[in-house]
C-alpha cells in the first residue's frame, strides 16, 4: 500500500458530512494547520436522530449502562431519570483525575476533533447543541488545560476537557492556566449543561489514544520520506556504492517496501557525479549503506500497516453503549467492547519500533561520517584543523542520546495490562501510554534525521569539486541558505533546530518529489 497524502496545510476546511470517509490529511488540516470545522445539514440530522433515542431511552425507563446505571462496577445501581444530568457532571468531575504536564495544543486539538468524529456517526446520542461547543472550541483556536499523565487509554485526560466545556475546567490563553467560563465569556461562548449520556460517552472510547496515534502516524509517514532523502545523502558523503542498489538484487526479496526504498535512492541519486566516481571503488560498503533499502522498507513495512490500523479506528466507533436505529423506530442500545484500545495500541508500538530501527541506521551513519576510521579519508569531525576544533564531534553524542530514548521509547506498552474499577475492567490496553510515547519517538527521530543531513552536507561539500545528483543538490542548495559550511566551531543548536523543522514540516519532502515524483514507502 503507497500511502499517498495530500497536502493538509493546503485544507481550509473540513465539511462533516460522513466521518467514516475521513481521511489523515482531513484530520491534520484541522488540528495541525487550523483549517475550519463545518458540520453539513446530513451531519446535524444523523446527530439529531441518535438523540432523539436516548431521549426514548431515559423516558422509557430501560436498563442502559451509564444512562439509567452506574458506571464500571457500579452498574449495578440504578439511576432514576431525575437524576440522568447529575450523574453525568459527576463522572466528569469524578474522574477528572489525570496529572502532570498538559497535552500540547496540538495534543488538545487533537483530541477535541477527534470526539466530534467519534460522536459524528451517530451512534452515541450526543447533542448536537455539545458538538457545537467543541466545533467552536477548535474553531476559536480555545485549548482547554488537560494533564496528560495517568491515563489507562481513555476517562482521566478527557475529562479534563469536558470540565472547560461545563465551564469548570481551564483553559490555556498565551501560557497562561484560566478559568475556562471566564475564557468562554469572552469569546461569546456558553458552558453546555450534560445530559443524559453525554459525560460518559465524551470520556470513553479510543478518542484520544486514536487523536494520539493519529498524530504521530502522520509524523512517521512523513519522517520515512525524509529517512530517505538523508539516505541518499549518505550515499553521496560516503561515496557508496550505487551497485548494492541495483533492482536485481532487491526483487530477489519480495517485499515492496525494500523495493521501493532502492528505487527511491537511485532517483535520488540520479546524474550524481560522486556516486558515479565511486560505484566500483569498493568491492562492497560497510551494512550502513548496503543494506540501507533492507531496513529503511522494513520500516516502512510498519509504518504502512500502522496507518492502516489506526485508520480504520478514526473510522470506527468506540463508544459504549452504542444507540442503533430499528425497524419499529423503539430503537436499541447495545454494550459492547468497542472502547477498547488494543488495535490502536499495539500498531502505535510499531511505530515507535520503526523509529528505533531506522534510527539505528541513522545514527550510526552519523558516527561513521564524523569517524576518520570509518570515513575513508575525510578529516575528523568533518572540520578543518581538528583538535584545535571538535566539528561535529558532539552532534554525534546528541544523535546517540537521542537514539537511546527512541529505544527506550520503542519498548511496548500494549503488552501490559492492569485491571481498574474493581476488576470490572480486565484486560486494560494500555494504549494511551503507546499511542503518546509513539508520538515522542518520532519526534525524536526527527531530530535524528536533522543532524544526520546537516552532517551530510559538510561531508559533500568536502568533495568538491565533484557535483551531486539535481535532486540532492537541490536539497544541499536550499539548507546552505541558512545553514553555512563549518570551518570552525560554532553554535550548532540553531542549524539543528532549523533542518528539524525543514524535516517536521515535511519540507524537504515536497522538494524532492518536486524532482523524482512520489517517494514511495511501498
Same mark, same amino acid.
Given at each position: ?26 484530520? @491534520? ?99 448536537? $447543541? ?13 485549548? +482547554? ?49 450534560? $445530559? ?31 529517512? $530517505? ?17 541495483? +533492482? ?6 519480495? %517485499? ?32 550502513? @549503506? ?5 531496513? %529503511? ?10 496507518? =492502516?490500523?489506526?485508520?480504520? =479506528? ?32 499495539? %500498531? ?63 519498548? +511496548? ?48 561539500? @568536502? ?46 519532502? =515536497? ?12
Amino acid at each position: 500500500m503507497d500511502i499517498k497524502l495530500r497536502n493538509p496545510k493546503n485544507i481550509k476546511e473540513v465539511v462533516l458530512t460522513d466521518c467514516e470517509k475521513l481521511d489523515l490529511d482531513d484530520f @491534520m488540516a484541522v488540528v495541525r494547520f487550523h483549517a475550519k470545522v463545518i458540520f453539513s445539514q446530513e451531519f446535524k440530522d444523523k446527530i439529531q436522530a441518535s438523540r432523539n433515542l436516548i431521549d426514548r431511552f431515559l423516558e422509557e425507563g430501560r436498563i442502559i449502562y451509564g444512562v439509567t446505571t452506574g458506571f464500571g462496577e457500579n452498574v449495578r445501581y440504578t439511576i432514576q431519570p431525575e437524576d440522568a444530568k447529575t450523574l453525568q457532571k459527576n463522572i466528569v468531575r469524578s474522574h477528572a483525575c489525570a496529572v502532570g504536564q498538559p497535552l500540547s495544543e496540538e495534543q488538545a486539538r487533537a483530541v477535541m476533533f477527534m470526539t466530534i468524529i467519534n460522536m459524528g456517526k451517530g451512534h452515541s446520542g450526543i447533542r448536537l $447543541e455539545t458538538l457545537e461547543l467543541i466545533r467552536n472550541y477548535l474553531n476559536k483556536d480555545l485549548v +482547554p488545560f488537560a494533564p496528560g499523565e495517568g491515563s489507562v487509554g481513555y476517562l482521566g485526560v478527557e475529562a479534563h476537557l469536558v470540565l472547560a466545556y461545563i465551564g469548570e475546567g481551564y483553559i490555556l490563553k498565551d501560557g497562561q492556566k484560566l478559568p475556562a467560563a471566564c475564557v468562554m465569556n469572552e469569546c461569546g461562548l456558553e458552558p453546555v449543561t450534560l $445530559e443524559c449520556k453525554e459525560g460518559l460517552s465524551m470520556l470513553n472510547g479510543t478518542i484520544t489514544v486514536t487523536a494520539l496515534a493519529l498524530l504521530a502516524s502522520y509524523d512517521s509517514i512523513v519522517s520515512m520520506k525524509n529517512v $530517505e532523502i538523508a539516505g541518499a545523502l549518505c550515499f553521496e558523503a560516503l561515496r557508496g556504492t550505487t551497485k548494492a542498489l541495483d +533492482p536485481r538484487i532487491h526483487q530477489n526479496k519480495k %517485499h515492496v517496501e525494500q523495493q521501493a526504498s532502492a528505487e527511491n535512492l537511485l532517483r535520488m541519486l540520479d546524474g550524481s557525479e560522486i556516486s558515479e566516481k565511486y560505484r566500483d571503488a569498493k568491492v562492497q560498503d560497510a551494512y550502513v @549503506m548496503r543494506v540501507m533499502p533492507h531496513v %529503511h522498507g522494513a520500516a516502512y513495512r510498519l509504518v504502512n500497516e500502522a496507518y =492502516e490500523a489506526i485508520l480504520e =479506528e478514526m473510522r470506527s466507533v468506540s463508544d459504549n453503549p452504542e444507540i442503533f436505529e430499528t425497524e419499529d423506530g423503539r430503537g436499541e442500545a447495545l454494550m459492547s467492547g468497542n472502547f477498547d484500545g488494543t488495535f490502536v495500541g499495539s %500498531h502505535a508500538d510499531m511505530i515507535g519500533m520503526a523509529a528505533a530501527i531506522v534510527g539505528n541506521q541513522v545514527e550510526r551513519s552519523i558516527d561513521r561520517m564524523v569517524n576518520r576510521n570509518l570515513n575513508d579519508g575525510l578529516p575528523a569531525f568533518l572540520v578543518a584543523n581538528p583538535g584545535l576544533n571538535n566539528g561535529y564531534m558532539i552532534p554525534q553524542y546528541t544523535a546517540a542520546g537521542l537514539q537511546n530514548e527512541i529505544k527506550l521509547l520503542a519498548i +511496548p506498552a500494549s503488552i501490559d495490562s492492569i485491571p481498574t474499577c474493581a476488576g470490572q475492567e480486565d484486560p486494560v490496553s494500555m494504549a494511551y501510554n503507546a499511542a503518546k510515547r509513539a508520538g515522542e519517538a518520532v519526534r525524536k527521530l526527527q531530530y535524528l534525521i536533522a543532524i544526520d543531513i546537516m552532517v551530510s552536507l559538510q561531508a559533500i561539500d @568536502m568533495l568538491k569539486p565533484l557535483k551531486q545528483g539535481k535532486a540532492t543538490q537541490k536539497i544541499h542548495d536550499f539548507i546552505r541558505e541558512k545553514v553555512a559550511y563549518v570551518d570552525e566551531d560554532r553554535y550548532f543548536y540553531p542549524d539543528i533546530e532549523y533542518i528539524y523543522g525543514l524535516v517536521k514540516d515535511g519540507v524537504l519532502v =515536497e522538494m524532492m518529489e518536486e524532482e523524482i515524483g512520489s517517494i514511495r514507502l511501498s
